[in-house]
C-alpha cells in the first residue's frame, strides 16, 4: 500500500517510463524518509509510552513499568501548569518583538538592497552572524552585560533610567530578551525570503492608483508577505516554547521563570522521573500539532519546505 | 521634500542599529577571548593573547572541540546525501505521497528540541543502546535532514529541466546525466545544504545533552561550565569558529560576486 | 547500445501516434512520413500537439500507442540518447557551468568520437562563432546562443534534427538572416529537418513540406503552395494567411464547377477545388485575389461578384492597402490591394462590389465554427 502513494500521480504513464520513474522516486525518497520514521516517529511513540508507563512494582528508583497509566499526564498538568502557562506567554512576547523587530530589518535587506545585490548578501550574513556563534556563548554574554553590577546597568542607573537594587537578570523580562534575542534569525530569513520576492512593479501600481505609503504597505506588501510573516512566526514560537536554556538558572533565569524545557530535563536527567517529562513533553508536542495543523489546513503542504 | 528625504534614512538607520545589537554578543565573546582572567570570566582582568596560545592547556576544551568537529562532519555527510536525493524527488517528480513527505520533513524542524531529545533518549533506552558518539551522530543526522532538504531544494527548483533533457538529447545516459549536469549545477546548493547542517550540528547543545552520554561536545561543555564561570579558553574557540566561518561565506560571496561581474563583460 | 550513426539522413514515419496526459489527450491520431533530407515543417497554433510530436520523435516522451520508426528501425522505446535524433530547443538549453567549446562537444565526448575539441571547433566556424569558444554560454547574445545550439545539435551528424521554434526569441531581421542560413545548412549537409514553428510565413518559406496540425490532429499536409493556394479545411484556410469564407447550399452545379447562392449573389467554385459537392459548404477566395469597384462589374462563368457592401476599414500596412468591405447579408469581406504607388482613392463608407476569379475560389471540406447546423 505504501507502493501505491509513491507511485507517479499520473494515471496512465505508459507502462515501462511509469516503472522506471517510480523505482527512482522510491530509491531517493526510501533512505531519507526511513531515517525519519526511525529516528523521529519512534522516538515519539517511544515518548508516549514512556508517558504511560508507571513506577516499577520493584519499588527501584528510575525503573518502570509498562502499563497505562495516564496519572503522569494529570500530574504534569497541574503541577507544571505555571510552566507551561510560562512558556507559551514568554513564546508569544518573544515571537512578537522577534516580529516587530525583524520585518523593518528584512524589509531594508530585502527591498531596499536589491539593487546592491553583494551588499545585500553580505548584509543578510550578518544576521545570521550570530549563528556562527556558540548560542550557549552568546546568552551568557548577555548574562555579563546586564548583570547587577554592569557597565550598562551601572550607566542607566547613573543617568536616573535605573533603580540602585533592581536588577535585570532572573526576571521574566531578561528571559523574553534572550529568547527575542536568540530567535530573530529564524524569524528574519523566513520574511527575507517573503520580501525579497516582492514584485515593486505592485508596490509602484498602488502608488500610481493613490495610495500613500502606509496604505501601500497595509494592502499590498502585508499580505503579500504573509506567508513570510506566519511561517517565520511558526518557526521562531514553537522552539521558543520547548528552550530552556535562556530561562535556567545559569544564563539569563532563575527558579522563577522556569519553563516547560526546564522541568523535562529536571524530570528525566536529574529525578528520573521519565513518565512525566514524557507526559509534559507529549503535552507541548501535542499543542504544537494542533498549531501546525491548522496551520496547514489553511495553507496546505506545499509552501511548507 | 525635506521630509520625504529624511523619512528614506529611517530604515536604513533602524537597520544599522538593529545589526549593531545583534552583533554586540559577538564582539563582547571575542573581546572576552582575550581577557587574562583566572577561573571564570566575568571581569576584565587584562589584555592577553595567552588564551590565544594556549587554548588546549584547559582540561577539555580542546577534546570537547575535536568531538564536535568529527561529529559535525560525520553527521554533515549522511544528511546532505539522505536530504538531496529527498530534495530532488520532491522537485523533480510527481508522486501521491508528496503531501505526507513535505509534513514529516516539516515536523522536524518545529518540534522543540526538549521534545526531540527525550524522545530520543527514551529511543535509545528502550533499544538497549549506550549512549556515545553513535547516538549523537544519529540525533544530528535526524535534525539536519530537513534544513539539508529545504536548502536544496531552492537550488533544484532553479534548475531548468530542460538542461538535462538537452543532454539526454545528446547521447547522455542517466548517469551521465545526473554526474554531467544535474551534480554541477546543483553543488552550490548541496555546499551551502552541508555549510548550514554542519553548524546545526557544531552549535547543538539540547539534543546532544540528552543523547551524549560520556562524550563531551563544545556547548555540552560549556554549558557544563556555565553554573561556575565559562573560562575564557571556550570564548577563543568560539571566536576562532565564528570568524572562520564568517571569513568561509564573505569569502564565497565576494569570489562569486567578482566571477559573476567577469562573466558578464 | 551501439548502434551506427549515418551520416546522411534518414527518413522518419510515425504510425498511429496517440498521446495521452492525465485529462486531455494531446494527439488524437498521427500518421506522418517524412522522406529523408527534407525540410518538414509542422505547423500550428500553441497546444495543438506539435512540441508533444517532436518530444515523442526525441525520445523524451513516450506515446501511449503508436510507432516511430528512423531509416526503418522501430525507436519507440528507445531513449533519446539511443537514437539518431538531435534537437535545438526552444530556450536553447546551453549548458551554463561549460564553455561554448565544450557546449558543442559534449554530444561527441558522450559518443567516444575521435578529436571532439577538433571537431567542435569545426562546427562552431560553420556558424561564424569560432571566435567565443571559450566563452559561457551567459555572456552570448540570443542570436549568437541560437547559433551554439545549431552546431551543438548539426555537429553530431544527425540522421533527423529536430528544431522547436527555435527562432521565436530572435527579432525580425535576425529571424529572416537565420531562416536562409538554417535552409542553406540543411541542403548542404542533406540531413532531414523536422521543424516545429506557430509562425506560418517562417514555415511556407523553409519548408518543402508543411504539415498544419490542430487539436493532435494534422489537418493538412504538403508543399507551401498547395496548402496557401488550396486550403482543405476552415483552421488551415484560417491559419495559414488570412481567408474569406462564403456558406450556402450547393444550388447549382455543371460539368466542371458548382456554386452556393448567398444573399442573392452566386458564388462559384471548380470542381477540382472543391472538397465537397453537395450540401451545405464553404467556398473561399484569399484577399490578395479579390478586387474592389466603384461600378458593378459584369457577372460571367468566370467571376464571382459580391455586393454592394460599404467600406468600413481601410489599413496601410506599407506593402499593401488593406480594406474591410460590410456587404449586407454576408459579411464583411476583406480585400488586399497591392501597394503599386497608384492607390485607388476611395473613401469610408463608399458603395463598393467586390469580384474574384472563380479559378482562385476554393472549396472546403467542413464548415467555420458557428455555421453548423
Known sequence: MAFAAFSPSAAKATGSQAKSSSRVVLALLLPGMLYLGMFFLIPLVSLIITSLETPSATGAFGMYDYAFDVSSYIDVTTRYLPQILRSFGYAFLATFFALVISYPLAYFIGVRLRPRPLIQKLTLTLVIAPFFISFLLRTIAWKQLLSDDSAVLNFLRSIHLWGEHQYFLGTPAAVVWGLTYNFIPFMTLPLYTSLERLDLRLLEAASDLYANPLATFRKVTLPLTLPGVISGTLLTFIPITGDYVNASRDFLGSSKTSMIGNMVEADFLQNADYPAASALSAVLMAVILVLVGVYVKRTGTEDLL | ?265 | MAKEFVAAGADLELKGIRKEFPGFTAIENLDLHIPAGEFFALLGPSGCGKTTTLRIVAGLEEPTSGQVLIGGQDVTFDKPHERPVNTVFQSYALFPHMTILENVAFGLRRRKTEEPLKKAMDALNLVELGHVAERRPQQLSGGQQQRVALARALVNRPSLLLLDEPLGALDLKLRRQMQIELKAIQMEVGLTFLHVTHDQEEAMDMADTVAVMNKGQIEQMGAPESLYERPKTAFVAKFLGQSNLFVGTVADSSANSLSIEVAGNKISVPKDRAEKHSGKIAIGVRPEKAEFHRTAPKPSANLNVLGPGEIKDIRFTGVSNQYLIDIPNVGNVIVFAQNVGVSPVVELGEKVWVSFKVEHAFGLQDLPSGNED
Open chain 2, 1 to 265: 521634500m525635506k521630509s520625504l528625504k529624511l523619512g528614506r534614512l529611517v530604515l536604513p538607520l533602524y537597520s544599522v542599529i538593529a545589526l549593531v545589537y545583534l552583533l554586540i554578543p559577538i564582539v563582547y565573546t571575542i573581546v572576552f577571548s582575550f581577557n587574562n582572567s583566572t577561573r571564570s570570566n566575568t571581569v576584565w582582568q587584562g589584555f592577553t593573547l595567552n588564551k590565544w596560545l594556549h587554548v588546549c592547556d584547559r582540561p577539555g576544551i580542546c577534546e570537547s572541540l575535536g568531538n564536535s568537529l568529527i561529529i559535525g562532519a560525520v553527521a554533515t555527510i549522511v544528511a546532505t546525501i539522505l536530504g538531496t536525493a529527498i530534495a530532488i524527488a520532491l522537485v523533480r517528480y510527481q508522486f501521491r505521497a508528496r503531501s505526507l513527505v513535505s509534513l514529516s520533513l516539516f515536523l522536524p524542524m518545529a518540534t522543540p528540541e526538549v521534545v526531540m531529545g527525550a524522545g530520543l533518549a527514551a529511543l535509545f533506552f528502550n533499544m538497549g543502546a549506550e549512549q556515545g558518539y553513535l547516538t549523537i551522530i544519529l540525533s544530528h543526522v535526524m535534525f539536519c535532514l530537513s534544513f539539508v532538504v529545504v536548502t536544496v531544494k531552492a537550488r533544484v527548483q532553479t534548475l531548468d529541466p530542460v538542461l538535462e533533457e538537452a543532454a539526454r538529447d545528446l547521447y547522455a545516459n542517466p548517469a551521465q546525466v545526473f554526474w554531467r549536469i544535474t551534480f554541477p549545477l546543483l553543488l552550490p546548493g548541496i555546499i551551502s545544504a552541508a555549510l548550514l547542517s554542519f553548524a546545526l550540528s557544531f552549535d547543538d547543545f539540547i539534543i546532544t545533552y540528552f543523547n551524549s552520554g560520556p562524550i563531551d561536545t563544545f556547548p555540552k561543555v560549556v554549558y557544563i561550565a556555565a553554573a561556575k564561570g565559562v573560562p575564557a579558553e571556550a570564548n577563543v574557540v568560539a571566536s576562532a569558529v565564528f570568524l572562520l566561518a564568517f571569513v568561509i561565506v564573505i569569502g564565497t560571496q565576494v569570489a562569486s560576486n567578482l566571477r559573476a561581474k567577469r562573466l558578464a563583460k
